[in-house]
């Protein structure tokens, strides 16, 4: 096997471990009953509207063939020959197809306008559900496969609120109506062209299981693709730096494969109900020319009831071909649904107790009693940790690659609860506070700054919406970020692209300065936010971090110990336990773990 091979197997070992997994749960009319929840804000608008104009095209069509049949050929034509009243009747017909042309016209409009309606409805409560689960829900999972159920599940369902609801009724009723017509027209007949319909039943659900199956690997194949394709286009410069074109290419054709196959075998195993009903039409009809042929000789039945029935007989197979379609469609949403419903039905584990405190003011007093955290139960980042942060003081975490400094960030913003021992600012356990009053009060800058796709003034205002323009710019001025934003071709209105492409990583990180600072946050969290920058923009940032937090609890986590000379308080992290704790000139005089990371650093600056 080729190294090329090998590697992409790897990668596809990696990728078959997702959490994308085949939902193994029987049909159940209850996930599609939950699915017409979303129908229901729309049973006094469009819904009535839609099922009128159904039922009024659904009895012009059952009309239509009697009148032809029994009307036309046995009263009109064979028994009074009256030419007049056959003008008459074909002027009366053409009334109801002019009539039902303008039903289904008004019918498609408004199944539509009810079908997008529930699918915005449906997208809408997905992300917003998204939005407020917790960090765990997104550690185990990727971009692209939550992407997959907010917008390509729910679009697979658009077909069966647009057209399924109502066609479904509208198949029923024909269907009901057409065998109510053809035994009181002729039972004998009726019956005979009828007993095929057991053994097609009976077939159709032996392909249930196997449809619904394939549809939900067609989704998670899906959702894969997607996933590769986000993580390609988000590190194609990773990809480039180190020539691996070939084997990501390789990766994406055999993932584009799997999606082709799956979609291949669901499209193959739902196209055997067609021609099962086909072949039930072809049977029916070598029975209604044989045995109404022979009731026609026996005087059992008139031309015209023969004529009705063949009408009917092509309009019979026809809504049961659509309810067979319909019944794919209803696997297709049972898959997705099956997959949103996954997510709606994820809890969030950091939510909000009932009569949750809330912070009207945050003095930014923080303390950390015996505080232990596991990220998986499994391995502790952090053991019996307890610190003591003073309102307004500055604190410096330092310390190795997975000591825990950033785990204790992620604790005072309550992404996560401690496994052990409590959290606490002002007194109050972060558990029994409402979390949008308390992190409204803390801003936090990561190394990663992003950037959304929109100006540089809407960038800068996100983290204060209600900010004027001069506020923004002011936040701007006070970080040093003015002067490079005044060089850009239009300013603060110049567009930038999601991540900010067209900024230098330190220009980022100077707007997500002017963005935290915008906030006006009590606790200021500086997660490596100074590591993108370089050793002159440091100099002004280190300035502007005066300003920024002069007044406001700060805890700054960093490697470059340069910038946390000044931190009233700094703690030195191994393994999740606090190893020293001191100020800078504290340390150095111990000259312990602090002194001698300080050092390294040093001579790295010299070599």
Same mark, same amino acid.
């Given at each position: 096997m080729t190294q090329e091979k090998q590697n992409t197997n790897r990668h596809l070992t990696r990728f078959h471990y997702s959490t994308e997994q085949v939902i193994e749960k029987p049909f159940n009319w209850k996930q599609i009953w939950r699915l017409l929840t979303y129908v229901k804000p729309y049973t006094k608008t469009y819904l009535p509207g839609a099922f009128i104009m159904m039922l009024l095209s659904t009895v012009i069509r059952l009309a239509v063939p009697i009148l032809i049949g029994k009307v036309a050929i046995?009263?009109?034509?064979?028994?009074?020959?009256? =030419?007049?009243?056959?003008?008459?009747?074909? /002027?009366?017909?053409? $009334?109801?197809? $002019?009539? #039902?042309?303008?039903?289904?016209?008004?019918?498609?409009?408004?199944?539509?306008? /009810?079908?997008?309606?529930?699918?915005?409805d /449906?997208? *809408?409560?997905?992300?917003?559900?998204?939005? *407020? /689960?917790?960090?765990?829900?997104f550690d185990s999972r990727s971009a692209g496969s939550i992407l997959v159920r907010i917008m390509n599940d729910t679009n697979s369902l658009q077909d069966i609120f647009t057209n399924g609801i109502i066609n479904l009724l509208m198949d029923i009723i024909t269907l009901a109506g057409i065998i109510m017509i053809l035994f009181s027209l002729s039972p004998k007949l009726a019956l005979a062209i009828m007993i095929v319909l057991p053994l097609m039943f009976y077939i159709s659900t032996r392909l249930r299981r196997d449809i619904r199956r394939s549809w939900q690997h067609v989704r998670i194949q899906q959702s894969r693709m997607n996933s590769h394709l986000n993580e390609s286009i988000q590190g194609i410069r990773i990809t480039q730096a180190f020539a691996q074109e070939?084997?990501?290419?390789?990766?994406?054709?055999?993932?584009? =494969?799997?999606?082709? #196959?799956?979609?291949?075998?669901?499209?193959?195993?739902? !196209?055997?109900?067609?021609?099962?009903?086909e072949l039930s039409n072809a049977i029916g009809t070598v029975i209604l020319i044989t045995y109404g042929a022979y009731l026609i000789l026996q005087q059992d039945i008139f031309v015209g009831t023969f004529v009705s029935f063949a009408f009917f007989l092509g309009m019979f197979w026809e809504p049961i071909s659509r309810l067979g379609q319909m019944y794919n469609q209803l696997l297709m949403a049972m898959a997705s649904s099956e997959r949103i419903f996954e997510y709606l039905d994820e809890k969030p584990i950091i939510h909000n107790k009932k009569n949750a405190y809330k912070f009207d003011h945050m003095d930014g007093h923080i303390t950390f009693d015996n505080v232990q955290f596991s990220y998986d139960d499994e391995r502790i980042a952090l053991q019996d940790i307890s610190l003591n942060i003073k309102a307004g003081e500055t604190? !410096?975490?330092?310390?190795? =690659?997975?000591?825990? *400094?950033?785990?204790?960030?992620n604790l005072i913003s309550r992404f996560y609860d401690p496994t052990k021992g409590s959290v606490k600012i002002d007194g109050h356990d972060l558990r029994d506070t409402d979390l949008r009053s308390m992190r409204s009060h803390i801003s936090v800058v990561l190394q990663e700054t992003f950037i959304f796709s929109g100006t540089i003034m809407e960038n800068i205002r996100f983290g204060r919406p209600t900010a004027t323009d001069e506020e923004v710019i002011k936040a701007a001025k006070v970080v040093g970020a003015h002067n490079f934003i005044q060089r850009l071709p239009y300013g603060y209105d110049t567009e930038v692209e999601e991540r900010?492409?067209?900024?230098?990583?330190?220009?980022?990180?100077?707007l997500s300065f002017a963005r935290a600072l915008l906030a006006n946050p009590t606790i200021l969290i500086l997660d490596e936010a100074t590591a993108s920058i370089d050793t002159e923009t440091e100099v002004m940032i280190q300035q502007a971090l005066k300003r920024l937090l002069k007044g406001r609890t700060a805890i700054i986590i960093a490697h470059r110990l340069s910038t946390i000379r000044e931190a009233d308080q700094i703690y030195v992290l191994e393994n999740g336990h606090i190893l020293e704790s001191g100020n800078h000139q504290q340390l150095m005089d111990q000259r312990g773990e602090y002194f001698r990371l300080v050092k390294s650093q040093f001579d790295m600056l010299q070599a």
């Open positions: 046995d009263i009109i034509i064979v028994e009074k020959k009256d =030419t007049r009243l056959l003008i008459y009747l074909v /002027l009366a017909i053409t $009334l109801l197809y $002019l009539i #039902n042309y303008i039903a289904n016209i008004y019918r498609i409009k408004w199944v539509n306008l /009810l079908g997008q309606n529930v699918i915005y /449906l997208r *809408k409560h997905l992300f917003t559900h998204v939005q *407020k /689960l917790s960090h765990r829900f070939d084997e990501n290419i390789a990766y994406f054709n055999r993932v584009n =494969t799997d999606n082709f #196959n799956s979609w291949r075998l669901a499209t193959k195993k739902s !196209a055997k109900f067609r021609p099962l009903v604190v !410096a975490l330092v310390g190795h =690659t997975g000591s825990g *400094k950033s785990t204790i960030a900010g492409s067209i900024l230098s990583a330190g220009e980022r990180q100077l």
